[in-house]
């Protein structure tokens, strides 16, 4: 298995990769990853700063809580990484979801499980679709 990972926006304006191990994978469950991402928890994969690189186009960078900066897509909106200096020294975090192979890397542990959507914990136990169900 490589240990090089692509990844990307939607719409692929902004492409960056990521080598070596992380080193941590995530479900974030705090309020901030929710509204950023639209979504109940968000897949992170946190990476030495040293092994992220850039390679093509510039991505917006929002300052969503202090010590936290959310880089994004300022074409299509996608959320690609984070830092927080305070909290993680020297680390981005990628957002997993937008790696070319997010199998590559699945998460580990949970976080932020403080902040939790109470829903979250009977997910498992929803009907499941291969896809759209008819009307």
Do not use: K
Not at 32 to 59: Q, T
Not at 101 to 108: A, F, G, M, V, Y
Not at 110 to 119: G, P
């Amino acid at each position: 298995m490589s240990d090089v990972l692509t990844g990307g926006c939607h719409c692929g304006a902004i492409r960056y990769e990521v080598s070596g191990q992380p080193v941590y994978t995530a479900l974030c469950h705090c309020t901030d990853c929710r509204r950023s991402a639209g979504a109940p928890m968000v897949a992170w994969g946190a990476y030495p700063e040293g092994s992220f690189a850039l390679l093509r186009g510039e991505p917006r960078t929002f300052n969503s809580s202090g010590t936290s900066y959310r880089s994004f897509c300022a074409d299509c909106g996608s959320g690609l990484y984070f830092r927080n200096e305070q909290v993680l020294p020297g680390l981005v975090d990628i957002q997993i979801a937008t790696l070319d192979d997010p199998d590559r890397l699945p998460p580990q542990i949970h976080v932020q499980t403080a902040e939790r959507l109470h829903w979250i914990a009977h997910g498992g136990e929803l009907p499941e679709f291969d896809r759209y169900p008819q009307p």
